[in-house]
Each structure stands twice: as structure tokens, then as C-alpha cells.
């Protein structure tokens, strides 16, 4: 398994969940780091990307609730979820891209982790 996603559950509303997501260190380069989701029936969507300089970008909808973060030592992605609302209800996948210095570019995903919020 490349990336290894765990932490989600079951929470009421308001309340929190932390994702992990450790890559293996067979994976080489890594630099954007992040987490996406989809939810029955829809498209799966940007949550959050961290780059390899500690550079954060977030989806509106989990602006001021989620904040992710990276161990580089650990080659570690974490997605830290608070005030938690049905609507975030999702299978959440983690997500590596990788450079190469031959050029060569690779994309890893995660195998999700269902993230239930219930009302």
C-alpha cells in the first residue's frame, strides 16, 4: 500500500475527527500533499493540499474548520476536521504527487476512510 489513510468514524455534528495518511517511503519526492472526498452521488472534490513548504490551500466549505498539516520526517499528511456538519459526510482520500529529478511525475492515492456525520 503507497498511502495509508485512518482516522475516520462516526461523529455527531460539532463534533471532530483527525485524519492520518502516511506514504511509503518506497515513494520518492513527494511534494503536494492532500486530502480530497466524495460523497454519494457526487464528484470527488478538493478538501484540502499542503505543499512541500508548508503552503495550505482549503475548499470554502471547510475554510476556518479544517487545517492540514505534514510530518516531512514521516512522510505523513494529517486533516485535522472540527465543527464537524452532516454535509462533510464522505469516503476522504488522501492524495501524493511526486516529481522525479528524471522529470517523471506520479500521482498516489489513498484507499478512504468514511468520514459519517450525523445530525
Known amino acids: 500500500v503507497q498511502l495509508q489513510a485512518s482516522g475516520g468514524g462516526l461523529v455527531q455534528a460539532g463534533g471532530s475527527l483527525r485524519l492520518s495518511c502516511a506514504a511509503s517511503?518506497?515513494?520518492?519526492?513527494?511534494?503536494?500533499m492532500g486530502w480530497y472526498r466524495q460523497a454519494v452521488g457526487k464528484q470527488r472534490e478538493l478538501v484540502a493540499v499542503?505543499?512541500?513548504?508548508?503552503?495550505?490551500n482549503y475548499a470554502d466549505s471547510v475554510k476556518g474548520r479544517f487545517t492540514i498539516s505534514r510530518d516531512n520526517a514521516k512522510n505523513t499528511v494529517y486533516l485535522q476536521m472540527n465543527s464537524l456538519k452532516p454535509e462533510d459526510t464522505a469516503v476522504y482520500y488522501c492524495?501524493?504527487?511526486?516529481?522525479?529529478?528524471?522529470?517523471?511525475?506520479?500521482?498516489?492515492w489513498g484507499q478512504g476512510t468514511q468520514v459519517t456525520v450525523s445530525s
Open positions: 517511503k518506497n515513494i520518492f519526492g513527494i511534494n503536494d
Open positions: 499542503i505543499t512541500g513548504a508548508g503552503n495550505t
Open positions: 492524495n501524493a504527487k511526486s516529481r522525479l529529478l528524471t522529470g517523471a511525475a506520479y500521482n498516489y
